[in-house]
């Protein structure tokens, strides 16, 4: 039927008091008439969270001029995707579980929001433990550990409260809490204790509108694994505190040989913790976008609300692949341990290579990594005082040398620089060796270091 409205003037014996002008639709609902104003020109302006949300790495990286070497092929030692080389693939189990789901045709539809059942019970089942049990209903799947963050802070967080968080951190933190206006506290890591959380600062940063607390363990970007009695400090901070913490566990597992750490969910007795994961680095496929988040209440402190609050938060779009969901279970009770061990071995050894290489180079101070995929380098500005900072530095060794590390000014921690130690072994190899040939052209010793020299 047509729905054309028409105005009519009513008067006082049409049922209404007083004269006024009506819409009328042909159904006959009413509606008053207003008079519209309209803009006179164009003016279309992003929305404040779009002007409010960066991101500091690309902040730093766009900002360089990178025209590397003509005559040196081009290492990049800035990113984070260990399928960036080709040398890392997945495992053939991973792969063919894929194909299974895509050949069965049952997961081409959309999936509920917070994932498949069955999908969910897989993880639970995979990441359960007596201290830390878990159920499918603990479990909320994600398009990668991204969202499984960015629904975390939304759910813990509101405008005008505030986050701890590790610096040097993973930068997607401050990305996410500050374009919905949640105040960002860095709290400081200590390089000389192997990026130990400074404990005392951590505690200092905590207010009343301190909402979260998010744990970086194995660490990005400094590859560092905490204790079991490190955690458990951290654990005895937030409950002092009543504060829920975000552990970012994406790399939990990827932790050298004589290295263990725990979940911090296996330790804690009474903080609420929401654990962020997925395939992407274990695994080595981050471009498959299936990340989750792991529910460990205490004491019924989240209750049920938090969990409304992530299933409703999940109905902003429709999650995780739905075919690779569909993989999860065989992937994670197919693959072979001998791939775990694989990878980890290439990882440490990487690892030690570079450090190795890099304590010999005056100047630099590296921190051996216990886990991840990264190594974090320490420059002695004082030594080399033909460039104002590391993003000056780093911008130069891609220019001279061909070798992209990424400047730690990036992670709000200057003068450093991380690696990421996935790349093959021999391009490592010559990483290493053009990075220390640029830091003998550069370096400068101090008079007394010379004194020192001469005697």
Known sequence: ????????????????????????????????AKVKSRRLRWDVKPSEMANNTLNPIRAIVDGMKLTPNPEKPMIALSIGDPTVFGNLPTDDAVIQAMKDAIDCQKYNGYAPSVGYLKSRQAVANFYSIPQAPLEAEDVILTSGCSQAIELAINVLCNPGDNILVPCPGFSLYKTLAVSVGIEVKLYNLLPEKSWEIDLQHLESMIDERTSCLIV???SNPCGSVFSKE????????????????????????????GCSSPS?????????????GGLAKRWLVPGWRLGWILIHDRNDIFGSKIRQGLV???????????????????????????????TISFLKSN?????????????????????????????????????????????RLVTEQSVFCLPASAFEYPNFFRIVV?????????????????CQRYYRPHSCDSNDLDQ
């Open 312 to 342: 409703k938060l999940s109905q902003r779009i429709l999650g995780a692949c739905t075919i690779v969901q569909g993989a999860l279970e065989s992937i994670l009770n197919n693959t072979p341990q001998s791939f775990y061990n694989n």
């Open 422 to 438: 996935t790349v093959p072994e021999e391009l490592m190899l010559q990483a290493c060796a053009r990075i220390r040939e640029f």
């Open 230 to 257: 490190h955690l458990q400090k951290i654990l005895k901070v937030a409950s002092k505190y009543c504060v829920p913490i975000l552990a970012d566990e994406i790399y939990s597992d990827m932790v050298f040989p």
């Open 1 to 32: 039927m047509d729905n054309k409205s028409y105005v009519v003037q009513m008067t006082g014996n049409g049922g209404f008091h007083g004269n006024a002008l009506q819409h009328v639709n042909v159904n006959g609902s009413l509606y008053p």
């Open 351 to 395: 690892s030690e290579i570079c450090y190795n290489q890099l304590s010999l180079v005056p100047g630099l101070n590296p921190v051996m990594p216990s886990g991840a995929m990264y190594l974090m380098v320490g420059i002695d500005m004082d030594h080399f005082p033909d460039f104002t900072n590391d993003v000056d530095f780093t911008e």
């Open 216 to 218: 970086t363990n194995p």
């Open 264 to 276: 911090l969910a296996c330790l804690s007795s009474d903080v609420p913790i929401l654990s962020c």
